[in-house]
């Protein structure tokens, strides 16, 4: 990275929702933005943990035993293996940090191909 990252102008390029695009890395690790809204499938991730960041908006992490709600500023880390489903009611904007070349549904063949922004 050359430069700073202003995350709100870069989430203003991005039209559709859970298409990841990185706008940065970080020891091997994508940073990347993401807009959600609605049901995204189920899927765990066997190699790494998950982690997301709400700058806007809500995200219910549905988990096997529990739902996690996050809102604005706060963040959740899913242990790698375990099973979940994020979810949004309404528009809502994600930092997310994942090793260079996870599958963000856990699976190579169904994930969203990665965008640089």
């Known amino acids: 990275m050359n430069d700073k ?53 809500e995200l219910t992490l549905r988990l096997p035993e529990r739902e996690i709600v996050l809102r604005p500023g706060e963040l959740y880390v899913v242990p790698r293996g375990v099973e979940h489903q994020p979810f949004a009611a309404v528009e809502t904007e994600l930092l997310l940090i994942e090793p260079s070349g996870t599958p963000n549904t856990g699976d190579a063949r169904t994930a969203a191909p990665r965008r640089l922004l």
């Open 5 to 57: 990252v202003n995350l709100a102008a870069k989430l203003a390029h991005v039209a559709s929702y859970w298409s990841p695009h990185t706008v940065g890395q970080f020891n091997g690790c994508d940073l990347m933005v993401v807009k959600v809204k609605g049901e995204f499938v189920r899927h765990q991730h066997d190699e790494t943990d998950d982690f997301f960041l709400v700058l806007s908006g």
